[in-house]
C-alpha cells in the first residue's frame, strides 16, 4: 500500500542538473585547484594551502553566523557591521582602557549580543522583512562603530584627541589568536559545532522548520519567534567572533574594517546552499563556499589579476550561486 | 425526521424548471452550456437567461457550478458546447476581451486583486481607457482624468473623491470604484461575485443603493451570493444551481427559503461514515465570549469528552478564524478557554500545544505541512522532544520507526519516510499534517475543513481517523462547509453565521437543511 505513489520520472536533463547541482561545486574547487596548481608554480605549497585556510577562516566565521540567520528565513545584513564594531571595541578596550584578555573579548560578545537583539527586536516585533531591516541597521552599526572610533584607525601607540599617546598595551596572548594554527582551530570548531547543531539537534531541525514554513512552524507549536532571536544573537555573535579575530591578525582597528567581509560571507553561504544537494543553507557547505571564494581569490592574485579586479570575480560567483539556487527552487 | 426522502422528487431538472421568469425579452440567453475538464463534467446542458433591469440571484452550494457558469460568461474558457444569446442575437464569447466588448462586466469578491492601492480613484476608474485608449498620445490630462472620473462616480452617486488613493478606501467603497469602473465602459450585465461577504450592514445598504441604481439604468445583473436573506431583499429572480445542473429558475417571490434550501441540497449519495458507538462524557473543554474583532463575535462553545461537534458555516461565516483564535493563531483574539476544569492561558500555537491542543489547519500547504521536507520530518514536527536524547540530540532511529508507524496506520501513499511532502497527493498531505497530531497525543483535537482537496478514499480514511480519536476520549472539533459530512460525522453542530453561532443543534435530531437554513442567516427571527 505504501508503494503506489508514483516518483516523477526525471528527463535526462534534470539528472545531469541534479548531479551538477549536488556536486558542482567540489567538483569547481577540485578544477580550481588543478588550474591554479598546474598554472603558479607555488600555489600547492604546503605554505601556500595554509595561507589559504587562513585567509577564509573569517569569512567563514562570520559567514557560518549569516548560515544560521538564513537557516531560519531571516537575513542578517549587518553581520559585516557587527564585525567592524566588534573589532573597534576590542582593541580600544585593551589600548584605550588597558583591559586585560577576558574583559576585552567578554565585553565586546556582550555588546555585539546587543546588537544581535536589536536586530531581532525590530525585524520579529516590527515584522519588517528581514532583509530590509538589517541593511538599516548595517548602517547604524557601522555608524557606531565610526563614531565610536572618532572615524580613527585604533591602534597600539596611537595619539589621542587630548594629544598624548594611548599607553594600553595588546595582549601578546591575544595576537596568538590571529595566527597559525589557532585562527584555523577556531574556523574548524565554528563550522563543526555549527554543523552538528543544525543537523543533529532539535533545536537546528526547529530552526530548518521555520526557514521552510514559518507558518506551519508556528501553527506545529514551535515557538518561532524565540528561534527568530536565537538566530540574530548566534548571528550576531559569530560576526563579533570574526572581528575579534579581525583584530588579533591585524592588531589595529581600521575604519569599517569588517565591512567587505559581508559580501563574501553572502556569497560563501549561497554558494554553500548546493553542496551535497542540501538545498538549504549549511555550515558545511558554507565552509566550502568560502574555500571556493579563497582558492579563486588566491589563485587569481597569483596570477597577478589585480585586487581591485576581485570584486567583480565574487560578485560574479554569488550571482551564479543565487541562480543555481532560485533555479533549483522552482524546479 | 432524516428529511432525505421527500428530498427525492426534486431531482428532475432544467428546461421544465426555466418557467415564468421575469416576462420582458431577455438580455442574456445562455443556452444547453456543458463544459467538462479533464475527469469531471462541470456543466451539463445549462439553460440561463435574464433579463435588463432586473437582479437575478444565482445560488448553489460549494462546487455547484455557479462559478463555472460565470466565467464561461466572461470568457475565461473557450471550450464549453452550447449558445450565449443576447438581445435575441446570437454571439460568441470565447475570450475575456470579447466578454467586455459585449458589455459583460464581473466584479470578483477579492477586490484588492483588481486595484492598484497606490493609484488613485480617479486612476483606477479610468485605468482600462488610460492603457489601452491613449493611442499616441503620451501626456496624461491629470485634470480631464479627475473630472470624468468624478462624473462617473456622481451619476453613481458614490460618494468617493476622485483624488484619494485607493489604499485609504474602507473594503466597500474599493467594491464601489470596482463597479463604478466596469460600468464607466458599456455594460449591459455586472457579474457580482459574493460583494457582500465582507461588508457590514451599513455597507451592505450602500452597495444595494448602488445595484437599484444600476437596475433602473437597465443594467441586467446577476447577484452571486450564500446569504439568503439579501438576496431576497435585492433580487427579482433566483437560480438555483447544484452539482453542474441548473435545478430551478423563478421569480423570486415564488420560493420561500427553505425551498431554496431544499433546491440546493438535493438528494446526495450517501458518503461513508464510521457508525461507532462512542461513550460520551463529562464537558472537558469549554470556550467562553470569544472574541476577534471583525472575525468572530462573542463565542462560546462547549466539547464533551469522546465527542465530535461540528461547526458549519458557509466560506467566510467565521470558522477558520475561531478554530484560530482558539488555537492562539490570532493576535487580536480574546476569551476564556478551560480544559478539564484548569483555565489555560493560551495566547500562542505553542501555547495551545503544550496544553494539549491540536489544530489541522486548513491551507494545508500553506500552514500543514513542510513541503521541502521529508514525510518523517513533517509528522515529528509537533512533538520533536521525544525523539531527541536530552531534550536535544535528535535520535534519527525512533523517528524513523515513528514515521513509518504513521506511514502503516493512515495508510499514507508514499515510497519511504524520507519522500518529500511536496511529491505526494493532496489526500496524502493532508494524513501527513493529521498524523503530525496523532503522536502529540492531544486532548482536543480541531479540524479546519479536513478533505479539502481530498479524494473520496482518503476522505474515508480520514473520518475513520477523527471517530477514532472520539472513540479513544478525545474532543474534537470539526469545522467544515460541507454539511453532508457534518451530518454524517457529528455529535452535535454549531452553525457559525457572520462571526457569531448563531444556532446549536443535536445531529440526531437535526439534518442537512436545517443547518443549511442557519448557515445563510435563515430561520432568525
Not at chain 1, 574548524?188 to 539537534?201: D, M, P, Q
Not at chain 2, 473557450?78 to 435575441?88: C, D
Not at chain 2, 461513508?272 to 473543554?285: L, N, S, T
Amino acid at each position: 500500500m505504501n508503494t503506489a505513489r508514483p516518483v516523477k520520472e526525471k528527463p535526462a536533463a534534470n539528472f545531469a542538473f541534479d548531479f551538477l547541482y549536488k556536486y558542482g561545486t567540489l567538483m569547481t574547487v577540485l578544477v580550481l585547484i588543478a588550474v591554479f596548481g598546474s598554472v603558479a608554480d607555488n600555489f600547492l605549497n604546503t605554505s601556500n594551502i595554509i595561507n589559504i585556510l587562513r585567509s577564509i577562516s573569517i569569512v567563514t566565521i562570520i559567514a557560518v553566523g549569516l548560515t544560521v540567520s538564513l537557516a531560519v528565513g531571516g537575513f542578517d545584513l549587518s553581520v559585516g557591521s557587527t564585525a567592524s564594531l566588534a573589532n573597534a571595541l576590542v582593541i580600544s578596550m585593551f589600548v584605550w582602557h588597558g583591559q586585560n584578555i577576558g574583559i576585552g573579548i567578554g565585553l565586546t560578545l556582550l555588546f555585539c549580543l546587543a546588537v544581535g537583539l536589536i536586530n531581532a527586536f525590530l525585524v520579529i516585533n516590527f515584522k519588517i522583512d528581514d532583509m530590509l531591516m538589517t541593511l538599516a541597521t548595517m548602517f547604524i552599526f557601522q555608524g557606531v562603530a565610526l563614531t565610536y572610533t572618532r572615524g580613527a584607525t585604533v591602534s597600539q601607540n596611537m595619539i589621542m584627541p587630548g594629544g598624548d599617546f594611548a599607553t594600553g598595551k595588546i595582549p601578546a596572548m591575544f595576537e596568538k589568536i590571529g595566527q597559525v594554527p589557532w585562527i584555523i582551530v577556531i574556523m574548524v570548531l565554528v563550522v563543526i559545532v555549527v554543523h552538528l547543531f543544525l543537523t543533529y539537534t532539535k533545536h537546528g531541525r526547529y530552526m530548518y522548520m521555520i526557514g521552510g514554513n514559518r507558518e506551519a512552524a508556528a501553527l506545529s507549536g514551535i515557538p518561532v519567534s524565540r528561534y527568530r532571536l536565537i538566530a540574530y544573537l548566534v548571528s550576531a555573535l559569530f560576526a563579533a567572533i570574526g572581528g575579534i579575530i579581525l583584530g588579533a591578525r591585524v592588531m589595529t582597528a581600521e575604519v569599517n574594517a569588517g565591512g567587505p567581509y559581508l559580501m563574501d560571507a553572502v556569497a560563501a553561504t549561497f554558494i554553500g546552499y548546493s553542496v551535497f544537494g542540501a538545498g538549504k543553507p549549511n555550515a558545511l557547505g558554507t565552509f566550502v563556499g568560502a574555500v571556493l571564494i579563497g582558492i579563486l581569490q588566491n589563485g587569481l592574485i597569483m596570477l597577478s589579476v589585480p585586487y581591485y579586479a576581485m570584486d567583480i570575480v565574487k560578485g560574479s560567483v554569488l550571482a551564479l550561486a543565487l541562480a543555481l539556487t532560485y533555479y533549483k527552487k522552482r524546479h | 425526521m432524516k428529511g432525505r426522502i421527500h428530498l427525492q422528487s426534486v431531482i428532475e431538472p432544467t428546461t421544465a424548471a426555466v418557467s415564468d421568469l421575469s416576462c420582458a425579452a431577455p438580455l442574456l440567453e445562455m443556452k444547453r452550456i456543458s463544459i467538462s475538464f479533464p475527469g469531471v463534467k462541470a456543466l451539463t446542458d445549462v439553460d440561463f437567461r435574464t433579463t435588463a433591469g432586473t437582479a437575478h440571484a444565482l445560488i448553489g452550494a460549494n462546487g455547484a457550478g455557479k462559478s463555472t457558469l460565470m466565467k464561461i460568461l466572461s470568457g475565461a474558457y473557450n471550450h464549453y458546447e452550447g449558445e450565449i444569446w443576447m438581445n435575441g442575437d446570437k454571439v460568441d464569447i470565447r475570450s475575456p476581451k470579447e466578454a467586455k466588448d459585449l458589455g459583460i462586466q464581473i466584479v470578483y469578491q477579492e477586490v484588492d486583486t483588481a486595484l492598484i492601492p497606490n493609484l488613485t480613484v480617479g486612476e483606477n476608474i479610468m485605468l482600462d481607457r488610460t492603457v489601452h485608449d491613449m493611442g499616441k498620445r503620451q501626456l496624461i490630462r491629470w485634470k480631464e482624468l479627475h473630472q470624468e472620473a468624478e462624473s462617473i462616480l456622481a451619476r453613481m452617486n458614490i460618494q468617493v473623491p476622485s483624488r484619494k488613493l485607493v489604499s485609504e478606501l474602507t473594503l466597500a467603497e474599493k467594491q464601489m470604484v470596482l463597479i463604478a469602473r466596469a460600468v464607466s465602459k458599456q455594460c449591459r450585465i455586472l457579474v457580482l461575485d459574493e460583494p457582500t461577504a465582507p461588508l457590514s450592514h451599513s455597507e451592505t445598504e450602500q452597495l444595494f443603493k448602488l445595484v437599484i441604481k444600476l437596475k433602473q439604468d437597465g443594467v441586467g445583473i446577476i447577484f452571486i451570493s450564500h446569504r439568503l436573506p439579501e438576496l431576497y431583499a435585492i433580487c427579482d429572480d433566483i437560480t438555483i444551481m447544484r452539482d453542474g445542473l441548473l435545478v430551478k429558475s423563478d421569480r423570486i417571490t415564488n420560493i420561500d427559503q427553505p425551498k431554496v434550501v431544499e433546491y440546493m441540497l438535493g438528494s446526495k449519495m450517501e458518503q461513508q461514515f464510521p457508525h461507532a458507538k462512542r461513550d460520551i462524557g463529562d464537558v472537558w473543554f469549554e470556550v467562553k465570549n470569544m472574541q476577534d474583532p471583525g472575525k468572530i463575535n462573542d463565542v462560546n462553545l462547549h466539547i464533551r469528552q469522546g465527542e465530535i461537534v461540528g461547526l458549519a458555516g458557509l466560506v467566510g461565516a467565521g470558522k477558520t478564524e475561531l478554530c484560530r483564535a482558539i488555537f492562539g493563531a490570532s493576535e487580536t483574539s480574546t476569551g476564556e478557554i478551560t480544559l478539564k476544569g484548569k483555565k489555560l492561558r493560551i495566547r500562542s500555537p505553542y501555547d495551545a500545544v503544550s496544553h494539549g491542543i491540536a489544530l489541522v489547519p486548513e491551507e494545508r500547504r500553506r500552514q500543514g505541512v513542510f513541503v521541502d521536507e521529508p514525510v518523517s520530518v513533517n509528522v515529528t514536527a509537533a512533538v520533536l522532544s521525544r525523539f531527541s536524547k536530552w531534550g536535544t540530540w535528535l535520535n534519527f532511529g525512533k523517528e524513523k520507526q515513528a514515521a513509518r508507524e504513521i506511514i502503516e496506520s493512515l495508510g499514507v501513499k508514499t515510497p519511504n519516510e524520507r519522500a518529500r511532502v511536496k511529491n505526494l497527493s493532496g489526500g496524502n498531505q493532508q494524513k501527513v499534517a493529521i498524523g503530525k497530531w496523532l503522536l502529540v497525543d492531544a486532548d482536543v483535537y480541531i479540524f479546519d475543513e479536513p478533505t479539502k482537496g481530498v479524494d473520496v478514499g482518503a476522505k474515508r480514511d480520514i473520518f475513520r481517523l477523527v471517530a477514532e480519536l472520539a472513540e479513544r476520549g478525545k474532543c474534537v472539533l470539526y469545522a467544515s462547509s460541507e454539511l453532508s459530512e457534518i451530518v454524517g460525522i457529528t455529535d452535535r453542530v454549531y452553525v457559525m453565521y457572520d462571526g457569531r453561532i448563531a444556532k446549536e443543534l443535536t445531529t440526531r435530531t437535526s439534518n442537512e437543511e436545517e443547518i443549511l437554513l442557519y448557515c445563510t442567516g435563515g430561520g432568525l427571527t
